[in-house]
């Protein structure tokens, strides 16, 4: 089985050259660390993007933490983030790097994560029992990111304003059916017979993201939802097409050897435990 996680998912580092490393003991701020002195760094690239914000100093940022600030939600699924010398911090603590890092908005950064899955099933169409548990064997729609080429879920962040029931089908459709690349007609179809099979999911898990892209300042947070092809007749028979900023998309079986991007094998823990299935 995986080696034991600690059920605390604490921010982990992504290009170590830039971080400092930070033993677990030390995660939580009410640790004392004097000599933390990590760098400040915010990507140039996402500097005057209109999905990020101006930086703290900027004398016409005025933001409003921990609620809905206009129509960015600056509210965070932990609890209330603490604000040190007007920066939001954390929830899980230190990560080895201040600033934004490459994510656009200072403190939350909303994403939504629509697990879609169905049963494995054999060749004439009944559902696999695995030997070894004696339960049906679950797939989900993972994608191969093409930012670190890990499997993952097909997320992606929370336009401004948009309902997170939007960003679900939205992300799933662009990331593993590549409407972005369809044509108008192909596009409606798939909205169609997508958008109804989206109308019912449950609700998996809402809260931090244990994402390399977290910083003492900015991390993200996801909604996730469980979209479930029981008879495997709908999107369980839909052909998978990769797109954006996905690499590659398929059916993977569940288990509790997967090796997935950020914190997602805990959310996919969550989806096995709802249909009782082989981990
Ligand atoms: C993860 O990053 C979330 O769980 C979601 O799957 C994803 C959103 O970021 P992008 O896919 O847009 O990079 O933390
Ligand atoms: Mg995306
Ligand atoms: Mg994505």
């Known amino acids: 089985h995986r080696k034991c996680r600690s059920h605390y998912y604490y921010p982990r580092t992504n290009n170590t050259k830039s ?31 209109p999905w990020a914000d101006p930086d703290i100093t900027d004398s016409n940022f005025h933001p409003q933490w921990n609620k809905m600030d206009g129509n960015i939600n600056r509210e965070s699924y932990m609890g209330v983030y603490q604000i040190v010398d007007s920066y939001p911090l954390n929830p899980l603590g230190r990560t080895g790097l201040r600033g934004r890092g490459v994510l656009g908005r200072w403190g939350p950064n909303h994403a939504a994560d629509p697990v879609v899955t169905r049963w494995r099933r054999d060749k004439s169409d009944n559902v696999e029992i695995h030997q070894n548990t004696n339960k049906p064997i679950l797939q989900f729609v993972a994608i191969q990111r ?26 799933f459709m662009e990331e593993a059916l590549n409407v972005l690349e369809s044509d108008y007609a192909e596009r409606e179809k798939c909205k169609a017979t997508i958008g109804k099979f989206f109308e019912e999911g449950e609700n998996l898990y809402r ?23 029981d008879s495997g007749t709908s999107v369980g028979a839909f052909p998978l097409c990769a797109g954006d900023d996905a690499v590659n998309v398929r059916w993977v079986d569940i288990g509790c050897d997967l090796s997935l991007y950020a914190s997602h094998i805990d959310i996919i823990e969550k989806v096995v435990a709802r249909h009782i299935a082989h981990w």
């Open 19 to 49: 971080r400092v490393q930070v033993p677990d003991e030390k995660v939580p701020w009410d640790t004392k660390w004097e000599e933390y002195n990590p760098l400040t760094y915010t990507a140039s690239h996402i500097v005057g993007q």
């Open 146 to 171: 093409r930012d670190t080429g890990e499997w993952a879920i097909p997320g992606g962040m929370v336009d401004p304003g948009e309902m997170v029931t939007s960003t679900l089908k939205r992300e």
């Open 207 to 229: 809260g931090y993201v244990d994402d390399p892209r977290n910083t003492d300042n900015a991390w993200i947070e996801t909604v996730a939802v469980n979209f479930h092809d």
